[in-house]
């Protein structure tokens, strides 16, 4: 079994910026792919970064350019920069990993650990 912590949202103004934490523990070596999501209120919740096991990475397009998402295999962690953040920003962002070795996974369903998730904020 994976648990998946995150850690690192809160209140921001619009043009500001946050950077939210995953932190993994348990069966490790099942962790590979990853990515953030983020729902919205009355929206479906949707990949907003990915990263495989190769570091290879992809964005949903609202947030390429501003969003950062990065690794730290020693920590078993993985973070999600994110820059010159908007109100339509504001979501609960879930944390996601899978054993996949060898792709960027884009859609919910390939994912077999979810995080809590952790509200982010944008204030106009």
């Known amino acids: 079994q994976v648990q998946l912590v995150e850690s690192g949202g809160g209140l921001v103004q619009a043009g500001g910026s946050l950077r939210v934490s995953c932190a993994a523990s348990?069966?490790?070596?099942?962790?590979?792919?990853m990515a953030w999501f983020r729902q919205a209120p009355g929206k479906q919740r949707e990949m907003v970064a990915a990263?495989?096991?190769?570091?290879?990475?992809n964005y949903v397009d609202s947030v390429k350019g501003r969003f950062t998402i990065s690794r730290n295999k020693s920590k078993n962690t993985v973070y999600l920069r994110m820059d010159s953040l908007r109100p339509e920003d504001t979501a609960v962002y879930y944390c996601?990993?899978?054993?996949?070795?060898?792709?960027?996974?884009?859609?919910?369903?390939?994912?077999?650990?979810w995080g809590q998730g952790t509200q982010v904020t944008v204030s106009s």
């Open positions: 996601a990993a899978d054993d996949n070795l060898w792709a960027v996974l884009d859609e919910e369903y390939e994912y077999a650990y």
């Open positions: 348990g069966s490790i070596s099942e962790i590979n792919a």
């Open positions: 990263i495989s096991s190769g570091n290879s990475t």
